[in-house]
């Protein structure tokens, strides 16, 4: 069979009450490995178009019933991947143009060639081809952006990705709340991939920076070029997102300009003297606790509320550890694949002294560890000894007594068998208890001190979740 059989046939639906026109267009189009379905009803155009999923439309502009603008405002609402071709006579040609202006892909004055005909649903079926292929590629950037960026198994750490997922397809404002390092930004910017403003602006600005001028972008008075192309960070930030970092730095008298602004949601536009509505998310991150602030008087009530409607905490890395070593296999790869080369290994000590540390810098300096001993070690395998003197010479336990180490290992111990025995029985309590020889009661209260219970209800929720899907097949 020959691959021009193999071809995959395109389906093009042609909508005019005139039947001879159908018949002629059917006919070209057949020639150019298509298939046609007609119809000279306008009022069951859409129902035909669902059942046949059309590459391309074709729809004369004036017919009874419904004319080819209602048609087209039907096909872009229902099928927004498949461009509409409008036909009209002389008569028409005005409000054809206009059918273009309004969404339609281009359009056919009668009396047209076969040669006008075939070049312009070759045009329409590129601009599908073209459209269909960046939806692909916007799909892959989604998920590579994870893949990339969000390597964890720790239960707390996937919580985040799912939340990240969810609140995404929302326009509530969040604030992000953790230490340096932990990777706020990335969460901000995986919301934004993530959200409907995805092809707009993800703008970040430093609270500490932040200026009058900046939020407002006041009217030029002069004549100078430089100024009167000045833009507020909403101007700029307009159809996307607006990350507002270290919020916590932000003095009293921004934060009441801010807060104007939110509200009002409308900017001066630069170089006028004209207030005009403005259309952002606006998503802020912290490292204090912005609660305590407010109650010390040095972060305004009301714009906390404001900010806080959705709350996402990104935990430090000293409480997710486990997920050191994932992290450590991630970056070597990543390093390995960045100077062509094959990735080194982690030798079992080495994760063991990473493990005791305590990470004040979080993931951010975990990285820069690793990429520091990865460039200066001569072996094939990181051993200890590649290890900066501050993480090599690290032991939390070592300034403490005997006892106090010892019952210090012993919580570490205990909550980490909890989170793994959790895990192994999918959040049900019952079932753990009976796993570890420990009632039901007491390893209720050993979940609580642990800050577990949380974690418990997860882990129910996602395998109730895990069965819906399996039931409805998704």
């Not at 189009?29 to 059309?54: F, G, H, I, M, Q």
């Not at 990705?161 to 990335?186: D, N, P």
Request: with cysteine.
């Amino acid at each position: 069979m020959s691959e021009h059989n193999h071809k995959k046939r395109e389906t093009i639906l042609l909508i005019d009450d005139e039947p001879d026109l159908l018949e002629s267009c059917r006919r070209i189009l057949e020639d150019e490995d298509c298939d046609c379905v007609t119809t000279t009803d306008s009022l069951a155009a859409l129902d035909l178009a669902k059942r046949v999923n059309p590459s391309v439309v074709v729809t004369d502009f004036k017919m009874p019933g419904k004319d080819g603008m209602q048609i087209l405002r039907e096909i872009n609402s229902e099928f927004p991947d498949t461009p509409v071709v409008m036909i009209s006579a002389f008569a028409t040609i005005e409000g054809a143009v206009e059918a273009v202006k309004l969404g339609a892909f281009d359009y056919l004055t009668k009396p047209f060639s076969s040669d006008q005909m075939i070049i312009t649903i070759r045009r329409a079926l590129e601009r599908r081809r073209l459209k269909l292929e960046n939806t692909v590629l916007k799909t892959k950037l989604k998920d590579d952006f994870f893949n990339h960026f969000f390597v964890g198994k720790h239960p707390r750490f996937l919580k985040i990705v799912e939340l990240i997922k969810r609140v995404a397809q929302t326009e509530s404002s969040i604030l992000i709340h953790g230490e340096t390092g932990t990777g706020k930004e990335l969460v901000a910017r995986a919301i934004h991939i993530h959200s409907k403003r995805a092809d707009n602006p993800f703008l970040v600005v430093d609270c500490t920076t932040l200026t009058k001028e900046m939020l407002e972008a006041a009217p030029a008075s002069g004549t100078d070029q430089a100024e009167r192309t000045h833009k507020s960070v909403f101007e700029a930030a307009n159809g996307g997102t607006l990350f507002l970092e270290k919020t916590e730095d932000m003095e009293l008298g921004m934060q009441a300009r801010l807060l104007r602004v939110l509200q009002d949601r409308k900017t001066a536009r630069s170089g006028e003297w004209e207030w005009v509505p403005v259309d952002v998310r606006v998503i802020a991150s912290s490292t204090s606790d912005l609660q305590t602030a407010m109650s010390m008087k040095k972060f305004r009530e009301n714009l906390y509320y404001f900010l806080n409607v959705v709350n996402i905490h990104v935990p430090p890395l000293r409480e997710r550890k486990e997920d050191i070593g994932i992290l450590c296999d991630h970056f070597l790869k990543q390093l390995a694949e960045r100077e062509n080369k094959q990735p080194k290994a982690l030798h079992h000590e080495t994760l063991g002294k990473l493990m005791d540390y305590e990470w004040p810098g979080n993931v951010r300096e975990l990285r820069g560890v690793i990429e520091m001993a990865s460039s200066l070690a001569e072996r094939d395998t990181l051993m200890v000894s590649d290890l900066p003197d501050h993480v090599r010479r690290s032991n939390s336990l070592g300034g403490l007594t005997f006892k106090d180490a010892k019952h210090a290992w012993v919580e570490r111990f205990e909550k980490n068998y909890l989170e793994n025995l959790l895990l192994t029985n999918n959040g049900n309590i019952s079932r753990a208890s009976e796993t570890a020889g420990i009632a039901r009661m007491s390893l209720y209260r050993m979940l609580k001190r642990n800050d577990l219970i949380q974690l418990a209800n997860h882990e129910r929720s996602s395998m109730r979740d895990r069965a819906a899907k399996k039931e409805t097949g998704n």
